[in-house]
Structure formats: structure tokens, C-alpha cells
């Protein structure tokens, strides 16, 4: 259940990143800084017009129980759970562009390290527990943890202010 939810889920991740970083910096480059919030702002609008569509295909996939084939009530459940990370993960990849400018990917370590270990601490009670949602949460509240790190210390490092501005 757990690799048709990841699975299924991870289809729509594409369209979110469609290969924009390096585009974006082939534009930007040299004003990366000041755009990025246009680059965010794309993506979480992106992300949160997918994740609706998303849960809808989720709630019509057909399911027989006689069978046990295609998607259980609870992969269903699941997919409206982990279609959440089609948002973080967007944020992430978002921020990441910076560190592509900068080659300064070692910044990111901290940030997953700890998102990392929230990740494994949540996975172990749901493990434990036989709780494939919270599993599930875990990587939303992962993937929210890394954001919110990564931003913050890319804010502090790079002065980095998250502002619109129009497209030349």
C-alpha cells in the first residue's frame, strides 16, 4: 500500500518541478536573489491547484474488494495524506535553486539532517503502532521541517527576502 500511494503520488511531483530551476537560472542568474520569490510563488500555486486534482483521481480510482485490486479505501485516504508533499516538495526545490547559483549545497545538510531524523522518529511510532496515515504524515511534516529550516537559513546566509516582482 505504501509504494502505490508513494508511487501514484510522486507521478504529479513533475509537473510541479517541470524542469524549472534551470531555466529559471539561465534567466535570473544574475538576479536570482530578487526573483526567487516569483519562482515560489509559481510553484505553490502550481501545487496547491494539483493537490485537489490529485485527491479527485484518488477518490475515483476503482477499488474491488472481492479481488483486493486497485486502490483500498485506505491507499485512498493515504494518497489525500501524502499528496500534502507535492507542496513541501515544491518549496524544496524552489529554495534549492539558490544553492544551484551558489553551488552551495552543503547548506542543505543541516536542514535534512534534521528533517531526517523527525522522519525516522515519526516512521518508527507508525511502524510500531501498525499506522500507515501517520507514516505517511511523517513525510508531510518532514518535508515541512526541511522547508522551513532551509528557508531560514538561506534567509540568514544569502539575505535572502522572498518578494514578488514582475517579469521581464
Not at 508513494?6 to 536573489?33: C, H, R, W
Request: with cysteine.
Amino acid at each position: 500500500s505504501f509504494t502505490k500511494i508513494v508511487a501514484f503520488v510522486s507521478v504529479f511531483y513533475l509537473i510541479v518541478d517541470f524542469g524549472m530551476n534551470p531555466m529559471f537560472l539561465k534567466t535570473y542568474f544574475q538576479s536570482i536573489e530578487k526573483n526567487l520569490g516569483n519562482l515560489l510563488v509559481l510553484r505553490v500555486i502550481m501545487s496547491l491547484l494539483i493537490i485537489p486534482i490529485v485527491c479527485f483521481i484518488a477518490l475515483t480510482l476503482p477499488y474491488n474488494p472481492t479481488h483486493s485490486s486497485g486502490f483500498s479505501p485506505l491507499e485512498k485516504n493515504g494518497i489525500l495524506i501524502f499528496s500534502l508533499t507535492i507542496l513541501t516538495m515544491a518549496i524544496q526545490i524552489s529554495l534549492q535553486t539558490l544553492l544551484q547559483k551558489n553551488l552551495a549545497y552543503k547548506l542543505s545538510i543541516l536542514p535534512s539532517f534534521i528533517s531526517s531524523i523527525v522522519l525516522i522518529g515519526l516512521i518508527y511510532v507508525g511502524v510500531t503502532q501498525d499506522n500507515l496515515p501517520l507514516i505517511l504524515f511523517a513525510y508531510v511534516l518532514a518535508g515541512g521541517v526541511v522547508c522551513v529550516l532551509l528557508g531560514l537559513l538561506l534567509k540568514g546566509v544569502f539575505s535572502l527576502r522572498l518578494t514578488l516582482h514582475k517579469f521581464i
